[in-house]
């Protein structure tokens, strides 16, 4: 009977499911599996609570493993996924050879862009569980977002093999063939995927839409979903692109609003205008310059290679400069690393809150949290492979740096640290065109997007002021003279220019950012000044961000 409960709760005859489950249990009071398809027959009909009820007292009664876990996946089903992650976390204490674990840990912390620790359990649940396809395809789309296309496209290829109507599996492994260049495979793949999904009613036209972006043939693409009324934000944002792609920027600006309002109200996404300037506020003042005299510093570890900084507002070029960067063998790429928040979180738990408790450094008996906030970074650095023998420096581009920059500097006082700049209203027409989550869900609006540009671009003249060496690299001055501003970046690090860094475009490292296929290709200037095109659609907000055209040399 177990194996026609099991059957009719996979094909969704969630009561048959129930009722036989049921009776198992009436003769076997403590069979975990009968238990785990009577809970998850309870959820799929809307009974959550009972279910839960249900899993909860089995453990009561007797901890098991199978149980724990079903928890743990209940949890997450319905959205509770700290509660799911603690679960998965006591079991792996209890018992670490715990494959199904390691996997639901692995999409959790994946899920919240903890990626190496991610890929580590996942890797991990494969070592257990085998090359179960679930695995091999949460851990392939893990790798994509590192960057790590190659090695995530064979895992990708595996699992859509063994689960072909996994369509998100399917859709991933599109993602990885458009990256790696191979666009007649992502078109074959995408060509399954699209027949798949239409048997299971799902929309796929946004995957399309990107694949037609990255084709000699995009014009044919546009021309079929000029026809269409997209349904998903993303798709009107890619659709945007290719508007403005054609010259057609009118429609362009159209999607790009439409698309933004619809992916905040997908994802639930805001920007508080209020709390934001609160916390900046709050940092400014407490990182005075007298403040910052008072406080000590770390002493350099000289042992292992040290990050360089790379700040900018999205889109302003920052991810082509940590392609130049890395492009010269002694600098290694970190890409977007989760370090400094983590850092914030645990110098709160050091010292009380943050920051006003960072005062309390000033005694000579904390003078050794500064080296602890550092070696803390570096330990984080090492479990992502960035401190390995063979480089001199590591690239560290996550756009909330600069937020928290004296921090930064308090643990690593000669690092380096470049601050890209661009025209602001060209900056705000390329966020606006993209979907982008950083500056606390700032860029789902063109107004909140100018409001906290101009916030940072007012922080980092602060940072400046309380004496934080900074060096500025401006995209427009790069593209009219790649080779002396390369030598004027490369002087700041104190080392000379690689060849290889002529070439910048032709590193093989794929970044994991929209701007993957951009750094791809050789210099070019049609992105210097493409504001104009939308200069009555950015008029409200030229004044927002006045000061900080004013401080880059900007006019409009």
Known sequence: MIAQAR?????????????????????????????????????????TAAAESRLRAALAAQPARSITIALARLLMLQGRSQESE??????????PDNGVAHGMLGMRLSERDSLVAGAWHLRRAVQIEGRNPELLAALGHNLIRQGMVEAAEPLLREAV?????ALLARAHHVVALERLGRLDEAWAAFASLKAAAEDARQDVTGQELLLWESSPDWRTGLDLFDRIDPTQGATFLTRGRLRDKAGRFGDAWADFVEGKHRVAQENRLAYDRVGVAGHLDKLRTFFSAERMAALPRAAVRRDVPQPIFVLGFPRSGTTMTEQL???????????????????VEFAAGQVGRFPDGLAALAGADRHHLVTVFRDFYL?????????APGAQWFTDKMPLNDTYLPLLHLAFPESK??????????????????????????????????????????????????????????????????????????????IAVDPAQRR????????????????????????VGRWRNYASELAPVKAVVAKAMERGGYTA
């Not at 093999?161 to 109507?165: G, K, R, S």
């Not at 330990?379 to 401190?387: C, M, S, T």
Request: aromatic content about 6%; some cysteine; overall charge negative.
């Open 7 to 47: 059957t009719a709760l996979a094909v969704g005859r969630l009561s048959d499911a129930l009722q036989w489950a049921e009776e198992i249990l009436r003769e076997a009071p403590d069979r975990d599996n009968a238990i785990e398809i009577a809970a998850f027959a309870e959820h799929g009909l809307g009974r």
């Open 86 to 95: 603690a679960i998965c976390r006591e079991a792996l204490s209890l018992d």
């Open 161 to 165: 093999a063994a689960m072909p109507d």
């Open 325 to 343: 960067l890395t492009s010269h063998p002694a600098i290694r790429a970190g890409d977007e690393l989760p370090f400094t928040g983590e850092l």
């Open 379 to 387: 330990a984080r650095a090492e479990q992502h492979g960035l401190l």
């Open 417 to 494: 640290v470049i601050v890209v700049g661009r025209h602001p209203l060209d900056i705000l027409v390329s966020v606006m065109g993209h979907n982008l989550t950083h500056g606390f869900n700032c860029g789902f609006r063109l107004d909140t997007a100018a409001e906290h540009l101009a916030a940072v671009s007012d922080l980092m003249e602060a940072w400046k002021a309380i004496g934080i060496p900074i060096h500025d690299f401006a995209y427009e001055k790069f593209v009219g003279d790649a080779e002396g501003e390369t030598r004027r970046l490369m002087g700041h690090i104190g």
């Open 504 to 527: 910048f475009h032709e590193n093989k490292r794929l970044a994991p950012t929209p701007s993957y296929n951009q750094v791809q290709q050789p210099l070019y200037d049609k992105s």
